[in-house]
Each structure stands twice: as C-alpha cells, then as structure tokens.
C-alpha cells in the first residue's frame, strides 16, 4: 500500500501492483489502437498514425483516421470499458463471480429490442435506440420482481437466469419472424460487431460514461464493504438498498447502451473483472482495472477478428471464445484449488 | 434512573405481518455493559437489529441522543453506534490490517482515504484486542476465537461511544467464549465504551453484565442489575427452567444451576 498525504488533510492510498497493472494495460491498449488504426486497405505505419493524430496528416490521412478508423476504436474501447466496469459492478452486487449482464437477462433484453426492429424493419439508429431500451427495460423488470424489501444477490441472480430464459425464446421466435433479407443483419447485430461504426453510434455510451464512470467510482468504497455482508455495511454507514439501486441502475445503462453501440459483445463482462482480480491480485472490488482490462480485450479481440482469422469476423466471435475458454479454464483451476 | 443516549421508545418490531414485539420501551444506561437475554425468538435479536438502524419499527421510535435514529444519517449514526453482527463475512483473501481498517469507513472520504488518525486508531485497535502480530495473516486462517477478536478490533476501529453485538460467542468453544467476554468487560471498563450483547448463556450475561434486560415474548420481564434481578422465579419466568441461583464462586455474581431431573429416591429442591 502506498499513501499519499497533502497538507490538507487530503490522502489517497492505493496499491503499487494496482496501478502498475493499470499502467501497463493501459499503455497496451494506446499500442494495439495505434497498429489498428495503422491497418486497412490503405496501411499506415505508427508513426504515421501517431503525425496524423496530432494533426500533421495529409488530408487523405485525416479523413481515413478520424472519419473511419478513430470510430471504430473508441466504440470498441468504449464498450470494452463500459462492460469491464458493468461486469464487476454485477459480480459485486449478486456476490457471484458469475453475475454477468450475458447471465443476468440484461444483453438478451436489449436482443429482443433490436431484433423487434429488424422485424419490423427500422433505421440502425432506431435499431440501437430500441436495444438500449430493451436492456433498460429488462433491467427495470427484473429489479421489480426480485425486489422485496430490497435487492438480494441470490434473488437478483435466480430472476435474472428467468428472465434471461424466457427473452432467449422470445428472441428465437421473433428470429423465425424476421423476413429472409434481414436476417443476416439481425444474427450479425446479436454476434456483436465494430463493423462500420461511426460518431453517432459511439456518441451516446461515451456520454454516459463521462457521467457513470466517475459516479460508479464513487460508489466503489462502500460498495467494498458491503462484501462485509449487508448488516455489517450498514452498521458502517452504508446505505446498502440505495447503493444496490444506483449501481443497479448504472450498470444496466451502461450494458444497454454498449449494446445499441455494438451489440451484445459477449463474455467482456463477465471476464474482465476476473482477469483483472487476477492481474492486480487484490480482493474484492475492482472496479477501475476492471474497465481497463475490458477495454484492452475488446480491442484486442477486434484486431484478432480482422487480421488473424479469414474473412473478417465480428468481435463477438472472437470474445465469445477466448471469454469462454478462458471461463472454462478458471473453473477448472479453481475446481482444482477447491476453491469452486 | 441513570442517564441514556440510546434507547427504545413503544417499538412495534415486526417482519412483514409477523409481530415480534408490540409496544416495546428499552433504555441502554450510558457506560453500562448491557446483556440480552431471553429464550429462542424471545425478540432479542430483533430488538438489537432495530436498535441499530437494521429494521424499522412498525411503531415508535428508537432514539439516538433523542433523535430517531431512521431520521440521521446513515454515515452519521454510524460515527455514533457501531454494530457486530452475528455472522460478518470477511471477503476472500483480505488480511487482519486490511478488514480492521474497514472499520475507519465512516470517517473516510473520497479524498480523505487514509489519514495518520485513521493509521494510528486501526493499530490501536487491534493492540486493545490482541491481533496486533496477526496484521498480515489471512482472515481465512485464522481460527475462530482470533477471527473474533479481528471484527471485535474492527467494530473498535470505527471508534464509537455505542456498540452492540449480535451474539459475540456463538459458534467458539468455551475458553474462546470467555476470551471474548473478558475482552468485552475490559474494553467497557478501560475504554468507557457502552457496550450491549445479545447473549445466550444466561451464566456469562450475569458475570459480564452491568445492566441486564430479560425478555419473553417480545416484552422485557425485568430490566436492572443482574444481582438483584437474576432469581429463581425469574429464571422460572423467562426460560420455563427450574433451578437454583447461587453465588457464582469466582466472582460473587448469581449463577444459575439447572434443578436435577427428578429422581426416585432423591430431593431435587
């Protein structure tokens, strides 16, 4: 642990490890967006990329970097940040390490929005609008019902894999309703994908990160001690039923809105915090490097779908199997630890 | 009548439709090391829950230096009234240091996370409970009387004048059940703390205790110093248990002894 004091009575205190992880991911993470802005049909070296965004680029230069490969950066970082930061805030409230929005209901609630647009037959902006609301909507549906006297881990977890069912079906039917042409659009959005993305579909999660980001943050103290168990937060001060409710409602925005950016990248959530406990090798809460961790990943998983694999992937894909074999193998060493 | 800054004043305590208690009045004598006693779903538990913010009465008012506690802050009651309760969890992989300093949360902020207060009073508090060379062990490892005394060091950290617990002894064998208590008496004694337990032997409550409430049913039976209110019939009273009440040997407080099952060929009174 380090502290530092200021002579107003001001400290902060943090572990080393913590922010030499932080560091290192997030100098990664500027590395591998660097080499993808630098790859396309028309290459550009580091150097390059870097002399363009400082703004010394030829106009050719400045239009491919910040009208078609910048977007696609930051929508991929903002939902990788946006997940990483929801997962943990998910794993923390229902106490599991399986609480993931992928497992809760949340991303098969924003599923059900869009694919009622694509059957319907809609712009993509009112496709990411109605996935959001779905999201948002499912979250609203899922903490009325297990509401009781507030919001308990186990209760959250039981409704949500419920509810998560019950969509899943709803989802099936309204796929065999989706006219033949619109299908592939429909299964490409559910995959989950950064192809083509632009400021518009990147705008609204970076605003509602700029606000949650912070406020998520801010709730990270007393959300350590409700690990306590919820009396002991509470004779500590926390006001465990509101903070369930604010983080709750944080953590469901910032899914939803990840979803209409991108659709359901699956498995950052639920893997990010678990890969950044790990990394940062603190217990408990970890809800900063959870979101850089996140978004190193998603980027990471975007550039092994376009380069390494044929035929451009979506990153759903990619996360999707490295978030699953890496889920597969965390059980089976925690299973061996006995610790699971 | 002694002076009181923490009590409870025609509680209704209830959980859903379930009544617990119906027009409840306690007071906690300030400095006093008060024992709840009473048998199983006599309302104890509940009346410590309400007492520290946990469950809100149905009716009346439990009221902290006169005000209802539901009315202050949460942050504000807890500078205030700390709380031990019956089953904490300590979060995997946390050591001793680390779960006492929790205990400072309500005197923290944002940009004030660790001042030499907070570094002082945490090392304090785990000298006054005896964990001060276990900083860096794992809670986990800890054996149950030691892990005791590490939530005790934590409910201590958070420095406040009240402090309750939810049945300190259960689940520790007897010579931890007495460390514990002893360590309770003497944190009463030495630190001037108000201290209440709700406590299941009725033995260790009129040892430890200075001030006694005894209920069944959800009301208080008797309330007051355990020399003069621990009796036979009391004790008929409360628990349904025929005994005798003699004077414990070592310290001269009453001490109940169970009646014999009846015997042929025996006196059991």
Known sequence: ?340 | MSTSRLGGDGLRLAYDRRVVAEDLTVAVPDRSFTVIIGPNACGKSTLLRALSRLLRPAAGAVLLDGTDIHRLPARAVARTLGLLPQSPIAPDGIDVAELVARGRYPHQGLLRQWSRDDERIVAESMAATGVDDLGDRLVDELSGGQRQRVWLAMALAQQTPLLLLDEPTTYLDIAHQIEVLDLCARLHEEQGRTLVAVLHDLNHAARYATHLIAMRGGRVVAAGEPRRIVTAELVEEVFGLPCRVIDDPETGTPLVVPAARARAGTVTR
Request: hydrophobic share 55%; glycine share 14%; proline share 6%.
């Open chain 1, 1 to 340: 642990m380090i502290v530092i004091r200021t002579p107003a009575r001001l400290s902060v205190r943090l572990r080393p490890r913590v922010l030499a992880v932080g560091t290192v991911c997030l100098l990664l993470t500027v590395g591998v967006g660097v080499l993808a802005i630098g790859h396309g049909e028309y290459p550009m070296s580091p150097t390059d990329v870097l002399r363009t965004l400082t703004g010394g680029g030829s106009p050719a230069e400045e239009f491919i970097v910040t009208q078609l490969r910048l977007p696609r950066l930051v929508t991929g970082l903002a939902v990788g940040t946006a997940l990483g930061l929801a997962g943990a805030v998910f794993q923390a409230l229902v106490r599991n390490p399986l609480g993931s929005p992928d497992v809760l209901g949340f991303t098969q609630g924003a599923a059900t929005g869009a694919l009622v647009v694509v059957a319907v037959g809609g712009s993509s902006a009112a496709l990411a609008g109605s996935a959001a609301l779905g999201g948002v909507v499912t979250g609203l549906l899922i903490y009325l019902i297990a509401w009781r006297r507030g919001v308990h881990g186990y209760r959250l977890v039981l409704v949500g894999i419920g509810m998560s069912a019950i969509l899943t079906g709803v989802n099936g039917y309204l796929m065999t309703r989706v006219p033949l042409m619109s299908a592939s659009r429909a299964m490409l959005w559910l995959t989950g994908s950064l192809d083509g993305r632009g400021w518009s579909d990147a705008a609204p999660l970076l605003a509602a990160l700029a606000v949650l980001v912070p406020a998520l943050l801010a709730c990270a103290p007393a959300l350590r001690m409700t690990e306590l168990g919820d009396d002991a937060a509470s004779g500590l001060g926390v006001s465990v039923h509101r903070l369930r409710l604010l983080l709750l409602a944080g953590a469901v925005l910032l899914v939803a809105l990840s979803a209409a950016a991108a659709g359901p990248v699956p498995f950052v959530a639920l893997t990010a915090p678990h890969l950044a406990r790990r990394l940062t090798r603190s217990p408990g809460v970890t809800l900063l490097p959870a979101a850089v961790v996140g978004a190193l990943i998603t980027v990471v998983a975007d550039q092994v779908a376009l380069r390494a694999l044929p035929g451009q992937l979506p990153v759903g894909v990619v996360t999707g199997v490295i978030g699953g074999g890496y889920l597969v193998w965390l059980l089976a060493t925690e299973r061996r630890a006995g610790r699971l």
